[in-house]
């Protein structure tokens, strides 16, 4: 019945509709398929908070709420494209056993995909796409046997700050017109992958060197990234948790830099976006997707294995930057924000 009526349907599997950034990013993707004329049809292994927003783009089956594959398949066209988002699609997809086009977007790092027990289920995907060219290899070789593994970078989602947005931040953080207090960001599910520890670590070390700091973390939370950030603010540290935001920029034009604490992490997008406003980013080593964009990262931020240097280049950055300092980075990373070879 789902698939009834429909002139070019494509299936869009993903794992979940929760406020995460592949959530998100797959909502982007199907509301570019559907602007191109295709009629999305979402098969999700869980739901989530976005779930409405899936249900306006077109039918979504929820696998855990008891929907079999069997049916589905049979009433799949040969030409119907399939689409996979994340390596828990994956097993989804090998499980559909069909034979029409289909490709697999993998966001994680390979070694999160050995560690959950997916490379099997990714190698036999017919297609798959990663984000980033350092990924191809680094897949490659984690998984049982040879696979088509192609690089397809998603654009970012250009989003815009009403003044309405940007005074309620404001309001929020506590600002005074002059802005002198340095506002450090981290964006994305805290969690110990994302660092989330790792970044109050480093914000106490930034407020015990400037007491005047802000700091700010957007997202959703872990049940410990919950408990680790209540004993931070309970120490003192002036820590902001507005959770997920639809639009975060407003956030972002208030940030002074964006603290990249994670320690493995086959983005973030999150930076760039920052960055697409002006704001530099300095980083913790770690299994870092964005690295493998090389040169492209010159003058946006930098990287170092030591939370002390980290410090040192983030305080840095708050007393360096001139006014001309914040377009010229956003026009750097602007030409990553075209979404169209993305669905194409």
Not at 13 to 28: K, S
Not at 48 to 64: F, H, K, M, S, V
Not at 209 to 217: E, G, I, N, Q, T
Not at 297 to 319: C, Q, W
């Amino acid at each position: 019945n789902a698939l009834r009526g429909r002139r070019h349907p494509v299936i869009i599997v993903g794992h979940d509709a929760q406020r995460t950034g592949a959530g998100i990013l797959l909502l982007a993707l199907a509301k570019d398929i559907r602007d191109q004329g295709y009629d999305p049809l979402f098969l999700l292994v869980r739901a989530g908070p976005l779930l409405p927003e899936y249900q306006a783009l077109g039918p979504t089956l929820i696998l855990d709420e008891g929907w079999h594959l069997d049916g589905f398949r049979a009433a799949m066209n040969p030409s119907m494209p399939v689409i996979g988002s994340t390596c828990w699609s994956a097993p989804v997809l090998d499980a559909l056993g069909h034979t029409s086009p289909e490709i697999l977007l993998v966001h994680e790092m390979p070694a999160y995909i050995e560690q959950q027990g997916l490379a099997d289920s990714v190698s036999r995907a017919r297609q798959v796409a990663v984000a980033m060219p350092g990924m191809v290899e680094a897949l490659a070789e984690v998984l049982p046997t040879p696979t088509p593994i192609s690089v397809v970078q998603p654009g970012l989602i250009t989003r815009r700050s009403s003044a309405s947005e940007r005074a309620h931040v404001q309001e929020r953080l506590e600002l005074s017109g002059t802005r002198s207090a340095p506002v450090f960001i981290g964006a994305g599910y805290a969690d110990h992958r994302k660092g989330f520890d790792r970044f109050l670590h480093v914000s106490t070390l930034l407020h015990q060197r400037d007491p005047s700091a802000k700091f700010v973390w957007l997202g959703e939370a872990s049940e410990q990234a919950r408990g680790e950030a209540n004993r931070a603010l309970e120490a003192g540290l002036p820590l902001y948790t507005p959770g997920f935001q639809e639009n975060p920029t407003a956030w972002y034009e208030q940030a002074t830099v964006y603290l990249l604490t994670s320690r493995q992490d086959p983005g973030p997008t999150t930076v760039l976006d920052a960055a697409r406003v002006g704001v530099p980013f300095v980083a913790l080593d770690g299994d870092i997707g964005m690295r493998a964009l090389g040169d492209l990262l010159d003058g946006v931020g930098t990287f170092t294995d030591s939370p002390a240097m980290l410090v040192e280049n983030a305080l840095r950055l708050t007393k360096s930057e001139t006014p001309a300092d914040r377009p010229r980075r956003a026009a750097h990373v602007e030409h990553l924000a075209s979404r169209n070879n993305y669905a194409q």
